[in-house]
């Protein structure tokens, strides 16, 4: 008797032809399609809208060289931003400026996948390379930007908007570097240069979670040759606002500033070097507290009257500040040096001291009601230091001329 033996086999579907799969396969695909489309389609979509729309907001024309677009990584690069001047002729007094009006070398912005996650902007990087900003206070009245601040500036007829919380956002790892700017003065012919500025925030939030978390801000720049560094701690979004910064001021020349001095000023700075080494601190209690404290250095001083004739000098004072609370009007000081101080005092011919003229006329009025008393200052100083004293007198009222000193 003999047995027959049937096999029976089953066909397996492939594993890449289940549903499953081609789901998956279909997801991965879309995406990738998207990210494409993205990588192609946004690029000169966001440098048409920086040309177009930044032109009509601004009433310049804005032009951009090139813009990069990772979708995958959410990176953002323009390069080559520009904003042109003041067309000539826009005001009556205008002059061309070939150079455009403010020019960006790089912008970088790394936008974080937690934004969807938040619901609001969280930015890991944002970096601006070289931004360059050409300002001119024009001869007849205004500056050469009074346009564009004209676009911003809001409706005084409008009510002001009330309070509220600040919009959300986090951003991580702000650079600036090499920043540059520009303020030709027509009025004073005097040219200011800021140049080689350089501004690191490592963190700024407004994200309730993360208010409370001390941003560090610090800033360097060149300003007119003098270098400024500053470095802070701050809680910017809390109800205190507590914050502490340190200033730095190298040898800084006031000549540049002194045309900004009035011209009816009876006693006039015509020369001097600040340097300051100074700690501040600050915070919104029910009363706000401003502390200072530090170190202020004057070099070369030189004061002259009305009429240009030498009315103070000196070769240094130092100010060593314990502590100084403007708001609460109170000043103390730990230490006051002065070296090399040089006076001079005259006697006009009619009697009259040459000093008088320092002291601004008063003009006749009528009698106003009397203000409300306030806090006198107080001023307490520790140590005072004089070193190489010299006072010059100068009598014109006898003849002939009588000088001492």
Partial sequence: MHRSFVMVVSARRPAFKHPAWRWLAFIVAAVVLCLLLAWLAVPPLAKHLLQTQGAQWLGRPVSVASVDFKPWSLELTLKDLSIAAQAPGSQADAQPQPAPQ??????????????????APVVDALVLDAPQLKVRRLAGGGYDIDDILQKFSSDPAQPAPERSEPPAFALYNVQVNQGHAELDDEVTGVHHVLDDLTLALPFLSTLKSQREVTVQPQLTFLLNGSRFASTAQSLPFTDSRKTSANLQVQALDLSPYLTYLPKDTPARLTAGHLSLDLQWTFEQAEAPQLHVAGRANLQGLAVADAAGQPLLALDQATVDLADVAPLARQVRLSAVALQGVRGTLARRADGSLALMNT???Q???????????????????????????????????????????
Avoid: C, I, M
Avoid at 102 to 119: E, I, T
Avoid at 368 to 393: H, I
């Fill in 102 to 119: 403010f020019h960006l070398d790089r912008l970088y912005v790394n936008l974080s996948a937690q934004s969807l996650l938040r619901l």
């Fill in 359 to 361: 002291a601004a006329p």
């Fill in 363 to 405: 003009e006749s009025t009528s009698p106003s009601p009397t203000p409300p008393a306030e806090t006198p200052w107080q001023v307490a100083v520790e140590r005072v230091q004089l070193d190489g004293g010299e006072l010059r007198w100068v009598d014109d009222a006898v003849k002939p001329q009588a000088r001492s000193g």
